[in-house]
């Protein structure tokens, strides 16, 4: 069967035509000649994400981003083309995430091992998304900048009050302080100089104070030498053991034990001892006011006296 040139070319150019729209589709990212499912995801803010962007699966690309369509809610519907060979549980998440910093915005699909249920065509996947290096950066810098305009601030307001103090007044104030500083440095520095001076035409007895003290301090070592030879502990030790004695005695003289004791506690010695001095007395005034009755020489055999008791009012006498 031959045919004529005009079914030739209504052939040719519906080829042609066939081969534009497909072209056309797969340049937008979007291949006529598979039977890839399209499912959705919803997300508030895409990031930069763009149509034709990859889907990837642990790193491994198994489709693309076909269309990107603003719902009526604001929010953004975001079209995958994800091939057939892979099999994804519903409950799967499509995290938008940064491939690098040259690199734009993808889309991985973290899968939910434990779901067994495999999307179907139409589809949808719950949205996540993960900031990038530039978004962590920005994020950080954020609150960093607040404080820093605060900052910018607080010091706009201070030089705005230091301004409103350091009036001309406040200045001529300021200037003379300065001025009276520089005087008192330099009369310290004059003081300064003077004591240089002194020090100078007394250095050779300040020397001489300094030897004297190094030998004293030497003569203190060696006494702290001969006190440490010293046997101090046994010293400390006999002159607790003799208070230990004293104070034995001084118990026993207070419970009444021993000659001193009974002294001072037993009245009947004490009268006893009382009336022994009291007889003493009387003897010695006895013998005082006649000494013949105790010392009698005699050359011709004189007969002795005979004793009288002296009375005890002469002791008064």
Do not use: C
């Amino acid at each position: 069967m031959k045919l004529s040139r005009e079914i030739k070319t209504a052939i040719l150019v519906i080829s042609a035509i066939l081969l534009f729209i497909w072209g056309y589709s797969f340049l937008k990212g979007k291949d006529l000649l598979t039977s890839d499912k399209n499912v959705f995801v919803v997300y508030d803010n895409i990031l930069g994400l763009a149509p034709s962007a990859p889907v990837t699966l642990n790193g491994f690309r198994i489709g693309k981003v076909n269309k990107i369509k603003i719902n009526p809610d604001g929010k953004l519907l975001v079209e995958l083309q994800i091939q057939n060979d892979f099999p994804i549980s519903k409950s799967s998440v499509a995290e938008i995430y940064d491939s690098g910093l040259v690199g734009g915005k993808e889309i991985a699909i973290i899968p939910n091992l434990e779901d067994k249920s495999v999307i179907d065509d139409g589809d949808f996947l719950k949205p996540s998304r993960k900031l990038g290096l530039t978004e962590n950066i920005a994020e950080k810098l954020e609150p960093l900048e607040k404080k820093i305009q605060l900052l910018l601030d607080n010091a706009n307001v201070m030089l705005a009050n230091i301004n409103q103090v350091l009036d001309a007044s406040t200045q001529a104030n300021i200037k003379n302080s300065f001025a009276e500083l520089n005087k008192t440095l330099a009369e310290f520095s004059q003081l300064s100089k003077s004591a240089n001076q002194m020090i100078a035409e007394n250095k050779t007895k300040l020397n001489s104070t300094i030897t004297n003290f190094d030998k004293t301090s030497a003569n203190f070592a060696a006494m702290s030498d001969s006190l440490a030879k010293a046997n101090l502990g046994q010293t400390v030790k006999n002159l607790e053991k003799t208070l230990s004695s004293v104070d034995k005695i001084m118990a026993d003289m207070e419970a009444g034990n021993g000659t001193m004791g009974k002294l001072m506690k037993d009245d009947k010695m004490y009268n006893n001892f009382t009336d022994a001095s009291k007889e003493l007395e009387l003897l010695l005034q006895d013998l005082r006011l006649h000494p013949t009755r105790y010392i009698n020489v005699s050359l011709f055999g004189k007969k002795e006296k005979p004793y009288i008791a002296p009375k005890e009012e002469s002791s008064k006498e």
